[in-house]
């Protein structure tokens, strides 16, 4: 545990303990910071602008992160745009034997496409509601 609170973090860039106590882990190879001739309530305010300064520029890193992870993201991946009369497959959740069963079932046609990325599905003669990212397009061969 101590390893991986004292590891400094790719997204933070600080490690977890420092996030939490406001300094870094103590450990046997490590140089001890001499804390003599300072007041109880010096301490306490170096401490705390120590935890505000680390929790901020944490904040920064992880939402420079989640932008640089966001842009990654977007490079490898392309919207799928489904039409009404499309033929989809529909991914099978109740695959008993993994090995054998099949992944996906269909292909079904969509009937209608609703606005929060979901369409109907006509299923066995009912219209069938479900998200598009359990669907794929069928392209005929």
């Not at 046609?109 to 609703?114: D, M, S």
């Not at 359990?134 to 005929?140: A, Y």
Request: aromatic share 12%.
């Amino acid at each position: 545990m101590l390893a991986y609170n004292s590891a400094i973090h790719s997204t933070t860039h600080f490690s977890p303990y420092e996030l939490v106590f406001g300094t870094k882990p103590y450990v046997p190879d490590s140089v001890y910071e001499e804390t003599a001739g300072v007041t109880y309530p010096d301490y306490v305010r170096v401490l705390q602008n120590r935890l505000k300064y680390c929790r901020t520029k944490a904040i920064e890193h992880i939402q420079k992160s989640k932008v640089n992870s966001k842009a990654y993201y977007d490079t490898r991946t392309r919207p799928i745009k489904y039409k009404v009369g499309d033929l989809v497959y529909l991914k099978n959740h109740l695959r008993l034997r993994k090995a054998l069963s099949p992944i996906w079932k269909g292909p079904y046609k969509i009937i209608k496409i609703h606005g929060n990325n979901t369409a109907s599905l006509l299923i066995n003669r009912r219209h069938v509601k479900h998200h598009f990212d359990e669907m794929k397009l069928h392209t005929s061969a």
